[in-house]
């Protein structure tokens, strides 16, 4: 059994314990509470104790990574341009989507005033500061108490400056410097593969917590979020057959047939790597020379999730919308960067490690608490689909734009290579 349904079990379980102790024996719930939500509690901060160093250590690698992919070759400059309009576009598009869909599909009053009184542990959420305080608070004084007050937005301004002034360096330097942010992100994520193991139990204590406290209510959200934040994905996902067909100059139709092979993997394995193979195969059926799909579908795999930017904004926007947290345009604003930001430095990243690492910087920029993230990463292997969908059928469409400047046409030897 795979961790991401050992997770999804553990959350059901504990969802349908905690409503039958607190209707059957609600003594036996009260008791139970007080063991349940500490060890809910430390699980959801060891994960969140891990965030920042995360965060630093994948932007600085992953700017280091782009600017050595640039240096590559015209194809591979034209590549990472396309990739970066189409993240942040994915991100605009989930700040415009997902309060409409919020909107024409609202949560029930009901389920939400349940999960709020569920989570009450939580601060408030703060208030939006006017636009002027939010600006003057954008270039941090103090980098350590940034870190400290979790200023994502200011620790993400400073960390970008840092790796665009690495970048700039000696090349021995640029190369310590470089080792010593991949190691550190190595070991991060060696640490949070230990608390992933034990999620299940983080999770099924959480779960208990809340099904105890907001009963079968729990059950109503879970699957409203789900639906919301797919939709999100599933649009941001059909913006791939405009940009083949108007960019990379393909028929939508026989476009549709050669992105299905690929989806079909990218759906039965979750993997936009494994994917590969196939998408390889599609771009050469569509007509893309195998020296231009050869550079640009490696690079796509590794620098983008298309979905990531509109996908976890969905679940921050979610999240602030629960917990009545003030959205401003400028606070949207920067969760716009921030999630594309955040989404481009974990694209090869466990989907349970991504989900928090990405999404928390944007929740807290937003003043909604963290603490239901615990939760929603549970029910994540539903909207992973369709994040994987929309990833590989995004790499294809940016490979055939890409190609469309000159890639495709003659065959070559490359291509006979591939085919064979």
Known sequence: MS?????????????ALGILAARAEPGVAAALLPIAEPVGTAWLNALQMTIIPLVVSLLV?????TAEAVKAGRTAARAIAMILVVMLSSAVLAALLTPLFLDLVPLPAGS???????LSDVPPPAAAPPIGAFFATLVPTNIVAAAANSAFLSLIIFTLLFAFALTRIEPEGRATLTAFFRAMRDTVLVMIN??????PLGVFALAFAVGAKAG?????????YVAI????????SLFAYPLAALVGRVPLGRFARGALPAQAVAISTQSSLASLPTMLKGAEALGVRADTSGVVLPLAVVMMRATGPAMNLAVAIYVAHWFGAP???ATMAAAVLIATLTSLGSVSLPGQVSFISAIAPIVVTFGAPVAP??????VETVPDIFRTLGNVTMDLAVTLAVAARGGRGREDEADRILAD
Request: charged share 5%.
């Open 3 to 15: 961790q991401p349904t050992r997770i999804l079990l553990s959350l059901v379980l504990g969802l």
């Open 61 to 65: 690698t992953g700017i280091a990574a």
């Open 112 to 118: 939400a005033q349940a999960l709020r009184a569920a």
């Open 194 to 199: 230990w608390i992933i193991w034990v999620a």
């Open 216 to 224: 079968s209510a729990a059950f109503g959200a879970l699957v409203h």
């Open 229 to 236: 934040v797919s939709a999100v994905g599933v649009v941001v």
């Open 327 to 329: 959205i401003g345009a």
């Open 373 to 378: 993230l615990g939760l929603l990463v549970a």
